[in-house]
Structures are given as C-alpha cells and as structure tokens.
C-alpha cells in the first residue's frame, strides 16, 4: 500500500511551499488510495513550537486536507535510538572528537590547496578521544543511483560527500537521520519533497541500506521561482496560508494553483477530480515560475463559475443574489463581492476623486443627471423610491440621450466615464448588465458629487 508523508517543522505558520508539498502529498496518496502521514519535525530546529502544531493541522485542515496518521518525531525518540544503536553496532556511525575551530582550520587548509572542503575521516581519527563525542555517518563512497519519479535517472557519487553529521554533542540528532528512521519506522513507500532535498537524497538512501530497510521511491519536484527567478520566498512577497486567508483567497484556488505549478495542462475540478487524474511522471523537471496571478486566475474561474447558491452562508450574506450573477465574472479576492455590493446599494459609497475631467464638457454631470429617465414609484410602505423607465436597457438609452446633447463626443469616452463616475473602476461587469441594478437615486447622487469635485478641482 501506498504510503507517504508530510513532515513540516513547526517553526511557523505554513507557507504556499508548504502548501505544495502536503498537496502533491495528498493528491498522490489519495490516487493510490493510500496512506497521508503527517509528520512533525519537531527535534531538529530550536524555533520549533508545539503551538505551532495546532497552526499547521488548522492550515492543512482550511485547505481541505485530511491525513490518516499524525506523529511528532520527538514521540519516536525511543525508535531512534534503537536504530541508533544498530548503526553503531555496525559500524556505520562513529564518533568525532574535533571542535568546530579544528574543523574550520581543516576546511580552510583544504580550501586554499584547492580542495573541496570535505571531512577527513582519517585526520579526524588522529583528535585524542574523551567524553562527549558528537557523530558522523560513514558513507559508502559509491555512486547511489535512483530512478526519481519526476527528476528520471539520478546519480550520485558518495564520494564527493563528506559523511554526515547524524547525532550532536548534545545527544540530540539531526534531521537526516531522524527522518529517515521514522520514514522506515512507518514504512513510506513514496517520498516526495522539493528538489532542495535533491543533495539528501542518497546519503539518505545510504542510512536506509544500513538500516536493512526498503528504499522508497523518490520524487523531488522543482522549486518554485518569483518573477526574478529567484526561490520564491519571503523577499519575493510569499504570504502564510493564514495571510492568504485573511486577504480572501480561497483553500480551493490555493490547492489548484500548487498542484498545476509544473503541468503543461491545465487541471481543474475539486480535490477528488485532481487526485483520480494525478500523475507525478506529468511534473516537469525545470523549474517554474510563479506569483499570486497565478491563483488570481484560477480564483476569478472558480468565482465564475459559481451560482448563488453554491458560496458560503458569509459570502451569501455579502451580496445580493440578484447581483452575483451580473459581477461574479469580476471577482478575485472575496473582498470584492461586498465592494460591489457596495458600488451597486450604497448611496454613502463615494467614488475616490482623482477623475481628469479635462477632457469632457462642464455641463456632462449635469447633462447626464437631466437625462436620467425614471419614474417615482412607492413601495406599499410608502417611502418613495425611483426606477428606470427605459427597460430592459436603461443603459443603451441613456448613453444615447447623453449623446444627442453632445453628438460630438465619442460613444467610447461616455460609456468609460460614466463607468468611472459610478463605480471608480475601468473594468467591471458589462454597464447594461450592471445599470438595471443601480438604483437612479444613486445614480443621481454620485453624479452630482462628480460635478461638484470636477468644478472644483483641488
Ligand atoms: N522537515 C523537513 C522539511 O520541511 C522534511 C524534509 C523531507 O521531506 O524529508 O524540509
């Protein structure tokens, strides 16, 4: 059976590369129909926080990931010195005497006789023995090769390697060697991580030889770049999942964005639809681009495609259901469902100044307004109210009585202005769509704010 994991430090909230490899993670295991492991690696980084445990299964759980088993590895420390011990008994670990000013004195005499700085296991034998050795894992000084299941063929020479440190003067021990004992322990059969863990790979798959355990398959795929091509990281703008969430983006545009990142098709559908047609062999190997378009795009398509009836009871709550049909072509974050609840119902809403009217006649706001064609009506209620008499295109016939005022302006430059006056934005929802649903009276009242800022420019 299909087994992988997941093994963030907690060290922080989760970050779109995270997010990345918990979702390539799931999608594979959930093909297979196989095992998610959650793992947290939680004994080699002194900025780790059990807090921080409850932020990563709350982010993993916002964006709609389940996982069948959930461990710390300092729970599994009793496991790994057994197999500690194992290694020990073999011989495959020894222990160092040196200090870290021993060691950056060799490293500088290989440096300047043109040496890659490597450790010298024979030097380090000749540093007199006492009581608290730190420990390195003996390589084999072989070439390891494996078949990656997204980089292909892979080839490492161990010999250019310098072993490993696998257990601190402390007693504590690092990452290499813990993950792989618990990655024995719990029998994964897949790893899949990003391509920075390339250069662990075959020290790792030696510690699984001397384990006697079973080699899993591996699959790196590649890093995610900014627009500089550089690692996509916080300098390039990378938010947590949290900061995602809080701007409005959405888990399943997230999931969608990290999990099409290296396909030359284009995926689409739910969790369940991505994970029956995942495969690892379609990633590509090179790296790939990427910044928050890439989920705006997807994001404004799963708006899209949206009926009234399929948001959530808040975002229901945010907007007319008349409205959603005429704006949900224009929406990104979901901050911009009430924006245009706002534009279309709020007769406080102001439209930011900041309009170059240069180029329009004075008398236009006010042309504008006189052409306005509506009637009073009154709700049983009594309080009046207005609507267009042009139906069902108040727009079409509005813009042409503008124009039979003004028949030198060019239809284009009214439309956009009108636009403009009534919603501060150049793009939006088709106006004859959008107009029906604007009550006159807001109409009206933005159009003579817009006079009086365009008489009086600041
Ligand atoms: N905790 C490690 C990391 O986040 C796990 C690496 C691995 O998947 O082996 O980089």
């Not at 161990?158 to 257990?167: A, I, Y």
């Not at 170059?356 to 008398?363: C, R």
């Given at each position: 059976m299909v087994r992988v994991r997941f093994a963030p430090s907690p060290t922080g909230r989760l970050h779109l590369g995270n997010a990345r490899t918990a979702v390539l993670n799931a999608l594979f295991a959930a093909h297979h129909g196989g095992a998610f492991v959650l793992r947290i690696d939680d004994t080699d980084d002194a900025r780790c926080r059990p807090e921080y445990v409850q932020d990563i299964q709350q982010d993993l759980r916002w964006l709609g990931l389940s996982w069948d088993e959930e461990f710390a590895q300092s729970a599994n420390v009793e496991t790994h010195r057994m197999l500690f011990q194992t290694l020990k008994d073999s011989g495959r670990v020894y222990p160092c005497f040196e200090t870290p000013e021993q060691l950056a004195i060799w490293r500088e005499q290989q440096l300047s006789a043109h040496l890659p700085p490597r450790y010298d296991r024979v030097k380090g034998k000749s540093v007199p023995e006492h009581d608290h050795p730190y420990w390195r894992f003996a390589l084999s000084e072989k070439e390891i090769q494996w078949n990656d299941l997204i980089q292909g063929p892979m080839v490492c020479d161990?010999?250019?390697?310098?072993?490993?440190?696998?257990?601190r003067q402390d007693g504590t021990m690092s990452y290499l060697l813990s993950s792989v004992m618990d990655d024995v322990d719990r029998r994964i059969t897949h790893i899949i991580r990003g391509a920075d863990h390339l250069t662990n790979t075959a020290i790792q798959t030696e510690m699984m030889q001397a384990l006697g355990a079973n080699i899993p398959f591996w699959a790196h795929f590649p890093l995610m770049l900014d627009q500089n091509g550089d690692k996509y990281s916080k300098r390039s703008g990378a938010k947590s999942l949290q900061e995602l969430k809080e701007e409005g983006w959405l888990p399943s545009a997230i999931v969608q964005a990290v999990a099409q990142l290296g396909l030359s098709h284009q995926i689409s559908g739910d969790f369940a639809h991505m994970a029956s047609h995942f495969s690892l062999s379609e990633y590509s190997k090179s790296n790939g681009k990427f910044s928050m378009q890439d989920i705006a795009i997807i994001q404004s398509r799963l708006w899209a495609n949206?009926?009234?009836?399929?948001?959530s009871p808040d975002v229901q709550a945010s907007i007319d259901p008349g409205l959603w049909p005429v704006v949900r072509n224009n929406i990104v974050l979901a901050g911009d469902i009430a924006r245009w609840q706002q534009i279309c119902t709020d007769p406080h809403w102001v439209a930011p100044d900041g309009m170059?009217?240069?180029?329009?006649?004075?008398?236009f706001c006010t042309t504008a307004i006189n052409a306005l064609n509506t009637r009073a009506i009154s709700k049983q209620s009594g309080e009046p109210l207005r609507e267009w008499v042009w139906q069902p295109d108040p727009w079409h016939h509005w813009v042409n009585a503008i124009m039979l005022v003004h028949p030198n302006l060019k239809k284009g430059l009214v439309a956009r202005t009108l636009r403009m006056m009534l919603t501060a934005r150049t793009g939006g929802p088709k106006m004859e769509d959008l107009l029906p649903l604007l009550p006159p009276k807001i109409v009206q009242c933005r159009l003579e704010r817009m006079h009086d800022a365009l008489l009086s420019p600041s």
């Open positions: 161990t010999r250019h390697l310098s072993d490993p440190v696998v257990m949206m009926a009234y009836e399929d948001l170059d009217g240069s180029s329009l006649p004075q008398d």
